[in-house]
């Protein structure tokens, strides 16, 4: 019901956006989280988006350099990564809340998400 797509391989410094197309669910109500899992490390929240409204809220560690935004004829979220650094090399979750949920504080949390994509790659090196 969601689906990834967009990792790879990159230099420092560089640009890449990452989609994530829901089939499935209505996503009228819904929450479309991003979050990202490094070897060894527990699964880190980048951001969320409503998607009724398009009202976004990111992680204290990309802010300013990612973005997030959705195409509504689509289905599709996306995530827009600008100046990536060797520590945001990991692998990248698409997550979905379709329960209304203005409660910002929770869009952070993993177990708010019903459905989660299957983790899209994403390295940068040096």
């Known amino acids: 019901q969601l689906q990834a797509s967009g990792g790879g391989l990159v230099q420092i410094g560089d640009s890449l956006r990452l989609s994530c197309a829901a089939s499935?669910?209505?996503?009228?109500?819904?929450?479309m989280g991003w979050f990202r899992q490094a070897p060894g490390k527990e699964r880190e929240f980048v951001g969320a988006?409503?998607?009724?409204?398009?009202?976004?809220y990111y992680g204290d560690s990309v802010k300013g350099r990612f973005t997030i935004s959705r195409e509504y004829a689509k289905r599709t979220v996306y995530l827009q990564m600008n100046s990536l650094k060797p520590e945001d090399t990991a692998v990248y979750y698409c997550?979905?809340?379709?329960?209304?949920?203005?409660?910002?504080?929770?869009?952070?949390?993993?177990?708010?998400?019903?459905?989660w994509g299957q983790g899209t790659q994403v390295t940068v090196s040096s």
């Open positions: 988006i409503q998607w009724y409204n398009s009202r976004t």
């Open positions: 997550a979905a809340d379709p329960i209304y949920n203005v409660d910002r504080g929770t869009w952070s949390r993993p177990d708010t998400y019903d459905y």
């Open positions: 499935g669910f209505s996503l009228s109500s819904t929450v």
